[in-house]
C-alpha cells in the first residue's frame, strides 16, 4: 500500500447508487477502496469513471456468499449491498432477507477479522408506518412482519440486530445508519421510488403517477449530505444508531407540483391506489446526528432537485436520443 493511502475500506454495493458516491468520498480523502457488488441492483456505469484508479478495485461477488480479501490491512467495512427500492425489494424478496442477514454476517466476519469499523446502512424503514412523528432513534417502530414490505424492513432490523451483537459480544467497532429518502444522479430510471419516477414520467411528458391521496410525506436528502453524514459517523466513536437524512417534510403532491413546476412539463397526475403497508408520514429528527456528529443538511431543495433533473435528462436522450 502507497505511503500516501490513508486507509483501506471495502464498500459493499459498490456499484450502487449511494456505494458508488460513497467510494468517490472516500476515494477523495486518501482511502483505497475495494467495492463489492454482485450487479443485482448495481450498475457499472456508476463507477466506470474509476476505471484505471490504482487506489480502485472492483470485485463482483455476493455477499449473501463467504467474503475473502487477501488484503491482510483492511480499515473499515462499509455494508450498503442490497436491494433498496421497492420494486426490487419485492420482485427479489429472499436474495433481500439474504443479504440483510447473511450478508451482514459475512460482512461483520470480515470486519471482526480485520479488525476494522463496521458501517452498517440500515433505513428509516425500521420505523415501518410509524406511530410517532418526527422519527427518533429511540422509536421502535411500527412495522407488519409478514407484509410483503416486510422482506426490506425486517432484514435491516435484523441486520441492525446482528451489528449490536457483534459490538457487545466481539467488541466490533460499529456504526449504524438509518437512511432516509435520498436523491441524487446515478439514480436508475425505473427503481420505483417517488423521485426518479415522477421525473422520468415529467421528462417523457407521461402523467405523474401518485399513489393513495398524495398526502402521505417523505423528507428528501440530496447525495451529498447523506454521503457526508455517513463519513462523519464512520470516523465517530459512536455506536447507536443515526438518522441521516434532511426534516423538510413535504406531501408526494407537493413533490409532484415541485417537479411538474421546475421541469415545466405539461404532465398532469394520476392517482392510483396505496400499496400495502405504505408508510403514511416520514420525517427524521435529526438532533442525535447535529450533537454528536455536528452534521445537518446543507444543500437546498431546488439546487439538489435540478442537478437530479439533469441527470436523468442524460439518461433518457442517452436511451431515447435527443428530445425534439
Known sequence: MSASVKAVSVVTGGAGFLGS??????????????????????NVANIGHLA??????F????????????????????????PA??????ELPIPTLKVGALGTHNTLGLAKDKKATFVLASTSECYGDP????????????????????????AKRFAEA??????????????????????????????????PAFIGEALTGKPLTIFGDGLQTRSFCYVSDLIEGIYRLAMSDFHEPVNIGNPREM????????????TGTKSGIEYRPLPEDDPKVRQPDITRAKKILGWEPRVL??????????????RIELLNGPSK
Open 131 to 154: 406511530l410517532v412523528h418526527p422519527q427518533k432513534e429511540d422509536y421502535w417502530g411500527n412495522v407488519n412482519p409478514i407484509g410483503p414490505r416486510g422482506v426490506y424492513d425486517e
Open 301 to 314: 431543495f431546488d439546487e439538489g432537485i435540478r442537478k437530479t433533473i439533469d441527470y436523468f435528462q442524460q
Open 85 to 90: 427500492s421497492p420494486i426490487d425489494y419485492l
Open 162 to 195: 446482528m451489528t449490536m451483537a457483534y459490538h457487545r459480544y466481539h467488541d466490533v467497532d460499529t456504526k449504524i445508519v438509518r437512511i432516509f429518502n435520498t436523491y441524487g444522479p446515478r439514480m436508475r430510471l425505473h427503481d420505483g421510488r417517488v423521485v
Open 251 to 262: 406531501t408526494i403532491k407537493q413533490f409532484a407540483d415541485q417537479i411538474i413546476r421546475i
Open 59 to 82: 470485485v463482483r461477488h455476493n455477499v449473501s456468499n463467504f467474503i475473502f480479501l487477501p488484503e491482510q490491512k483492511i480499515d473499515f467495512v462499509f455494508h450498503f449491498a442490497s
Open 52 to 57: 484505471g484508479n490504482e487506489n480502485y478495485r
Open 21 to 42: 458516491h460513497l467510494s468517490d468520498r472516500l476515494l477523495a480523502e486518501g482511502h483505497r477502496v475495494i467495492a463489492i457488488d454482485n450487479l443485482i441492483t448495481g
